[in-house]
């Protein structure tokens, strides 16, 4: 069966540090282009980190940029979001979806067509 699964969110402090996982099963990751969504309480959902499926060029939504760090491991089929400088306002349900193909092409937007999503994993930052 074709499953993305997000894992290590979690509470932490201000300040502190996260890395989230997104495990991939039933497909090889390195065809698709993979990106990192969140969602807080009466907020849209926005696109956080994305990779392309090759070349490993990424984008960083602005308000992210220089704190968190996307990478792959294709040997364990994973896509990582590193998340340092953590602040309240990145508490939200962080999801993981898939697009195959697109090559060099990296897409960031919660509304594309996506072929795959997990089911999210919880972030609060909170002292």
């Known amino acids: 069966q074709v499953q993305l699964v997000e894992s290590g969110g979690g509470l932490v402090q201000p300040g502190g540090s996260l890395r989230l996982s997104c495990a991939a099963s039933?497909?090889?990751?390195?065809?698709?282009?993979i990106g990192w969504f969140r969602q807080a309480p009466g907020k849209e959902r926005e696109g956080v980190s994305c990779?392309?499926?090759?070349?490993?060029?990424?984008y960083y939504a602005d308000s992210v940029k220089g704190r968190f760090t996307i990478s792959r491991d294709n040997a364990k089929n994973t896509v990582y979001l590193q998340m340092n400088s953590l602040k309240p306002e990145d508490t939200a349900v962080y999801y993981c979806?898939?697009?195959?193909?697109?090559?060099?092409?990296?897409?960031?937007?919660?509304?594309?067509?996506?072929?795959?999503w997990g089911q999210g994993t919880q972030v609060t930052v909170s002292s």
């Open positions: 039933g497909f090889t990751l390195d065809e698709y282009l």
């Open positions: 990779v392309s499926s090759r070349d490993d060029n990424t």
């Open positions: 979806a898939a697009y195959y193909g697109l090559e060099s092409v990296v897409v960031c937007d919660p509304y594309y067509d996506y072929d795959y």
